[in-house]
């Protein structure tokens, strides 16, 4: 094995005039270098990612301070990698960084850089601009109309400042060439997509790419969403072509945080227009997003809610830091959103927020009613309420009615200010996707779930082994999902919350499919080429007769009339004879396999789908108001998911949801030099990740409504905790201190600046 | 299939996928690893130690090389020293040093400091030189419990147990460790732990990367403190970092492993 390791820009806005790798080149251990003006690789050459980005493999400029560009060294360890990265000279042409979105706006501004893409909505040529992006967007209704209908008109700005990603695995790909055979082991969340990128980037055919996909720790979108999310998969396979050795491209920690954020940081303003019994009659957004945001602010306003007037447009900005992606995940301009506008109302009109929720719930500008009759419609319970569900449930376990105040009335023996906060949102998603999966039945009667995914921890080996056990009727314990490897079938992806909703029906239907062949094959008569008849196992039924549970197949009438599928399946001819005979060559009956595929949705999104379950989330904070700090007492978490497969999984992710949200409203914030653009706090001392210690108990409840379109009427969750529960710290900030405070993360010192305990700079 | 065969730990480990890719991994019940420094650059060399009865075949291997075959006199011992570029073997690291240098480099020298260690009972002879970590020097010997993850110890996916403590190995230097007695998050695995069986059961695991090192933590809290309240729990696994954010999980997984202890 040989390591890969790239250059880091040490400037965050900065081009390659020339460069001199011969010192490095000449390191004992260098086996290879990979430069901007490679002829082969070099030169602008592109690599597509998981989506439609293309990418510069070796970028000649950077825009970004840590960014991977200019030089790759292969060597026989990373170590000598590393060392031979300071040896290369380089003669730089120093650009001045742009840091801030709202100066990057600013047609005097350095253009941020000036060799990216255009915009695709402006002609091909010279980069003019900062803009990278964005949409006039997302209209419902006509919204001036609507704030002439309002009683009370408010207007308010909110910003999230950047903050990370970052993987607990550091990011690697490693690759390995077989004669004209492409063997990888990626870590990221598509595998299935590097056979089409190499492909493109080598032609060597699909058929000849073997994709494995061992566990990833700690993957959340980011990386595997980015612009740059193939890089490392690319010069890995280029070196490994080279060199003819497997090689591993690996990143240090520091270089890796640098690289991508999350895409909700920005600036957002909103208009909103409501009256006094708490009905939102209209609102208009206009927010600008570093980098890209991937979803329209307004967005879960539109899903969510019976608001009949809306209207957003939203601005992608380009500025000199890293690239912003989806990292639990894509949502979150629309769940800051809808938490704002919600928790502003409720605090203008002195209204308890959980009523001033129910009376805006509804879908698509419409109310209850009109989402009752599409549950009838669609086959769900119409009297089924998710959001009364999950508040009820919610405001008990956090002792709401008891607890909730005036904001900033209620101040503790301790000296500090007591605040209660609330959030609800949607739940998501069990309305897209696509994914395949087979069901193959061992000689031995146990089961493997057949398909390629990443491991990245959400439990769906265990949910996906449930479904299969019972569909199929084996055993539990006797179901193996081996995802790991290139199995040519290929399940959805960990991302958008919707796996179970997609993966969950493709395994049902081979699970099913798998056990109609093994009941099929029960009472098949088996001819031995003119030797004679191999008898069936249950000889004169058909299989309709026959039926199986715990692993053994049985005749429905007469139960005790059984044989174990091990003994079904078993190729007495074939398979039964001492190990040297094992031969398929003497097989009789062929192996037990079905595979499907679903689509859940067309064209595996389908947003026409209601969504219809609900979340509700309640913070309970104290608020030193002599340091600012925010102490976090307790958090409760009321999520529908329709239909809980693996309860253990989901409550894993209320905790984690949990912690990653206080962890983003509270701590979490990229520091950059502002004159050079450098990111000062890229570890995990200076970038504050929540500890055990520091949230207080949190309480979880699962609620099935069965209104997912999912199996069983299950809806995902994954994403939904940490995207949303973390604007409860924000009400809960305000009903303590009587202030808002609305630019995350909430830090002290800007407690304190609200208390006017402290100026701004 | 049994209920202990479900909850066995996964077949092929991080350290058997890396080990099958090539990295060279010390190998039979006594091995040993010297690191041969070219030029200054740490290079490994795995030497395969093998003890026989008499009269007995012993066919070693270590990944990449060829089977030795090897018939033995009584309690006599064979040693081979494995080129870490091409896996020839040798019978002396002084033909291997000679090999080295007029194959693969100009010159070839042993440096470093001659350590003895033992991990998860096993012991090893190293020669380190004085920068190795000892989360380094732990992969190295295919020990990969131990994660790299903020790689400046602030996250505690590092850690190992050494003579009874929690040390975050990505801090420490290996030459500091001569004669120490190290677990592993393998070891404690091998061992039956009940934290295993506990942190399974509890979902204590998404992806798991984190995991090696809140258990190794775990354990260390419990070989000092068999019976902790919970703040105990709390205060002791606060330097885990968990992005997945088990965090409860955790805590009730390790009071239900002090109760099975």
Same mark, same amino acid.
């Given at each position: 094995m040989l390591y890969a390791c790239g250059y880091a820009s040490p400037y965050a806005s900065a081009k390659i005039i020339s460069m001199d790798t011969s010192e490095a080149e000449k390191m004992p251990g260098v086996r290879a270098v990979l430069r901007y003006d490679d002829p082969e690789f070099g030169n602008g050459k592109t690599v597509m990612s998981a989506f439609f980005f293309s990418t510069p493999i070796v970028p000649q400029t950077t825009f970004f301070f840590g960014e991977q560009m200019g030089v790759w060294i292969c060597a026989d360890t990373e170590d000598i990698a590393q060392e031979a990265l300071t040896k290369v000279k380089i003669e730089w042409e120093e650009r001045t960084p742009v840091l801030d979105i709202m100066e990057a706006l600013d047609p005097s501004s350095p253009i941020y850089h000036p060799e990216h893409e255009q915009p695709f909505y402006m002609p091909p040529g010279e980069v003019t601009t900062n803009i990278t992006g964005g949409d006039e967007g997302m209209k419902l209704g006509d919204v001036e109309q609507g704030f002439k209908e309002s009683k009370h008109v408010i207007e308010f700005d909110y910003k999230r400042n950047i903050h990370g990603c970052c993987n607990a695995e550091p990011m690697v790909g490693i690759s390995q060439w077989q004669g004209e055979c492409l063997e990888l082991w990626v870590h990221h969340q598509y595998p299935y997509s590097f056979k089409w990128v190499m492909h493109n980037l080598f032609g060597i055919d699909e058929n000849k790419v073997r994709v494995n996909t061992p566990f990833g720790g700690g993957s959340f979108g980011g990386f595997?969403?980015?612009?740059?999310?193939?890089?490392? $998969?690319? /010069?890995?396979?280029?070196?490994?072509?080279?060199?003819?050795?497997? /090689?591993?491209?690996?990143?240090?920690?520091? *270089?890796?945080?640098?690289?991508?954020?999350?895409?909700?940081?920005?600036?957002?303003?909103?208009?909103?227009?409501?009256?006094?019994?708490?009905?939102?009659?209209?609102?208009?957004?206009?927010?600008?997003?570093?980098?890209?945001?991937? /979803?329209?602010?307004?967005?879960?306003?539109?899903?969510?809610?019976?608001?009949?007037?809306?209207?957003?447009?939203?601005?992608?900005?380009?500025?000199?830091?890293?690239?912003?992606?989806?990292?639990?995940?894509? $949502?979150?301009?629309?769940?800051?959103?809808?938490?704002?506008?919600?928790?502003?109302?409720?605090?203008?009109?002195?209204?308890?927020?959980?009523?001033?929720?129910?009376?805006?719930?509804?879908? *698509?500008?419409?109310?209850?009613?009109?989402?009752?009759?599409?549950? $009838?419609e669609h086959g769900f319970d119409p009297n089924r309420d998710s959001l009364k569900e999950c508040l009820e449930i919610g405001k008990a376990a956090i002792g709401w009615d008891e607890k909730w105040h005036e904001p900033g009335a209620k101040k503790l023996e301790n000296g500090k200010m007591h605040g209660l906060g609330f959030v609800w949102d949607h739940e998501w998603d069990s309305t897209r996707g696509a994914g395949a999966a087979g069901v193959f039945i061992q000689q031995d009667g146990t089961a493997n779930i057949v398909t390629t995914r990443c491991d990245n921890g959400v439990n769906a080996e265990s949910s996906y082994a449930q479904i299969v056990a019972e569909h199929l009727g084996v055993k539990?314990?006797?179901?193996?999902?081996?995802?790991?490897?290139?199995?040519?079938? #290929?399940?959805?992806?960990?991302d958008g919350s919707c796996n179970l909703c997609t993966n969950g029906y493709a395994v049902r239907k081979a699970a099913k499919r798998c056990k109609q062949k093994l009941l099929e094959m029960a009472v098949t008569d088996y001819d031995i080429d003119g030797e004679g008849i191999f008898p069936a196992c249950f000889p004169g039924l058909k299989a309709t007769d026959l039926d199986v549970k715990d692993g053994w197949v049985y005749e429905i009438a007469n139960p005790d009339n059984k044989m174990t599928v091990k003994d079904v399946v078993t190729d007495n001819m074939g398979y039964q004879f001492p190990a040297p005979d094992r031969m398929i060559q003497t097989a009789v009956k062929g192996p037990v396999f079905a595979w499907a595929f679903h689509r859940q949705g067309r064209f595996g999104a389908e947003y026409w789908s209601h969504r219809l379950c609900r979340q509700a989330h309640f913070w309970? +904070?104290?608020?030193?108001?002599?340091?600012?700090?925010?102490?976090?007492?307790?958090?409760?978490?009321?999520?529908?998911?329709?239909?809980?497969?693996?309860?253990?999984?989901?409550?894993? $992710?209320? #905790?984690?949801?949990?912690?990653?949200?206080?962890?983003?409203?509270?701590?979490?914030?990229?520091?950059?030099?502002?004159?050079?653009g450098v990111l000062l706090n890229g570890n995990l001392y200076e970038y504050k990740w929540t500890t055990i210690k520091d949230v207080g108990p949190i309480d979880c409840h699962l609620v099935e409504t069965g209104l997912g379109f999912g199996p069983y009427?299950?809806?995902?969750?994954?994403?939904?905790v940490?995207? +949303?529960?973390?604007?409860?710290?924000?009400?809960?900030?305000?009903?303590?201190?009587?202030?808002?405070?609305?630019?995350?993360?909430?830090?002290?010192?800007?407690?304190?600046?609200a208390l006017g305990k402290a100026q701004e700079e | 299939?049994?209920?202990?065969?479900?909850?066995?730990?996964?077949?092929?480990?991080?350290?058997?996928?890396?080990?099958?890719?090539?990295?060279?991994?010390?190998?039979?019940?006594?091995?040993?690893?010297?690191?041969?420094?070219?030029?200054?650059?740490?290079?490994?060399?795995?030497?395969?130690?093998?003890?026989?009865?008499?009269?007995?075949?012993?066919?070693?291997?270590?990944?990449?090389?060829?089977?030795?075959v090897t018939k033995t006199a009584a309690g006599s011992t064979v040693t081979k020293y494995a080129c870490?570029?091409?896996?020839?073997?040798?019978?002396?690291?002084?033909?291997?040093?000679?090999?080295?240098?007029?194959?693969?480099?100009?010159?070839?020298?042993?440096?470093?400091?001659?350590?003895?260690?033992?991990?998860?009972?096993?012991?090893?002879?190293?020669?380190?030189?004085?920068?190795?970590?000892?989360?380094?020097?732990?992969?190295?010997?295919?020990?990969?419990?131990?994660?790299?993850?903020?790689?400046?110890?602030?996250?505690?996916?590092?850690?190992?147990?050494?003579?009874?403590?929690?040390?975050?190995?990505?801090?420490?230097?290996?030459?500091?460790?001569?004669?120490?007695?190290?677990?592993?998050?393998?070891?404690?695995?091998?061992?039956?732990?009940?934290?295993?069986?506990?942190?399974?059961?509890?979902?204590?695991?998404?992806?798991?990367?984190?995991?090696?090192?809140?258990?190794t933590t775990a354990k260390a809290l419990l070989d000092r403190n068999p019976n902790p309240t919970e703040e105990e729990v709390v205060e002791a696994i606060a330097g885990n970092l968990c992005r997945c954010g088990t965090y409860p999980q955790h805590t009730i997984a390790i009071l239900e492993a002090a109760k099975n202890l």
């Open positions: 595997s969403a980015c612009e740059v999310g193939s890089i490392y $998969q690319a /010069v890995s396979a280029i070196f490994a072509k080279r060199t003819g050795k497997p /090689v591993k491209t690996i990143t240090r920690r520091r *270089d890796e945080v640098a690289v991508i954020a999350v895409n909700d940081s920005g600036h957002y303003h909103f208009k909103v227009g409501f009256n006094d019994d708490g009905k939102i009659i209209a609102v208009w957004s206009r927010s600008y997003f570093e980098h890209t945001a991937t /979803v329209n602010p307004l967005s879960h306003l539109l899903e969510n809610t019976s608001i009949p007037n809306l209207d957003c447009q939203r601005v992608h900005v380009g500025r000199n830091k890293g690239y912003t992606g989806p990292y639990r995940c894509e $949502q979150q301009p629309g769940t800051a959103a809808m938490a704002l506008v919600f928790a502003r109302v409720a605090a203008e009109l002195g209204m308890d927020p959980t009523k001033v929720a129910l009376i805006n719930d509804g879908a *698509d500008g419409k109310g209850m009613d009109y989402l009752a009759n599409y549950k $009838q539990y314990e006797d179901v193996f999902m081996r995802a790991q490897e290139d199995n040519q079938l #290929y399940a959805m992806t960990p309970e +904070v104290e608020v030193d108001t002599e340091t600012g700090e925010i102490e976090i007492k307790k958090v409760v978490n009321t999520n529908d998911v329709g239909k809980v497969v693996n309860w253990g999984g989901a409550l894993g $992710q209320q #905790y984690g949801g949990t912690y990653m949200g206080a962890g983003r409203n509270r701590q979490e914030e990229y520091i950059y030099d502002q004159s050079t009427g299950a809806c995902g969750i994954g994403e939904n940490g995207t +949303v529960t973390q604007f409860g710290l924000t009400s809960a900030v305000y009903n303590a201190i009587g202030k808002w405070i609305l630019e995350d993360p909430i830090t002290p010192d800007k407690v304190l600046k | 299939m049994s209920e202990e065969t479900k909850k066995t730990p996964r077949a092929i480990s991080r350290r058997e996928f890396l080990r099958d890719a090539g990295i060279v991994v010390g190998g039979t019940a006594v091995s040993s690893a010297l690191f041969l420094s070219a030029c200054g650059k740490e290079v490994e060399v795995t030497k395969t130690v093998t003890t026989t009865a008499p009269g007995s075949t012993v066919i070693t291997t270590a990944p990449g090389t060829t089977s030795t870490p570029v091409c896996n020839k073997e040798f019978d002396s690291l002084e033909a291997l040093k000679a090999h080295y240098d007029s194959v693969h480099e100009t010159t070839a020298s042993v440096t470093g400091n001659t350590i003895k260690l033992t991990v998860n009972r096993e012991l090893y002879e190293v020669m380190v030189e004085s920068q190795t970590t000892l989360y380094s020097l732990l992969h190295r010997l295919g020990w990969m419990g131990v994660k790299r993850f903020c790689d400046r110890g602030a996250c505690g996916s590092c850690t190992a147990i050494v003579n009874g403590r929690p040390i975050l190995t990505c801090m420490a230097l290996a030459c500091e460790f001569d004669g120490a007695i190290i677990e592993t998050a393998e070891g404690i695995a091998k061992d039956k732990h009940p934290l295993i069986e506990a942190y399974v059961q509890n979902d204590c695991m998404q992806c798991g990367y984190c995991t090696p090192g809140f258990v």
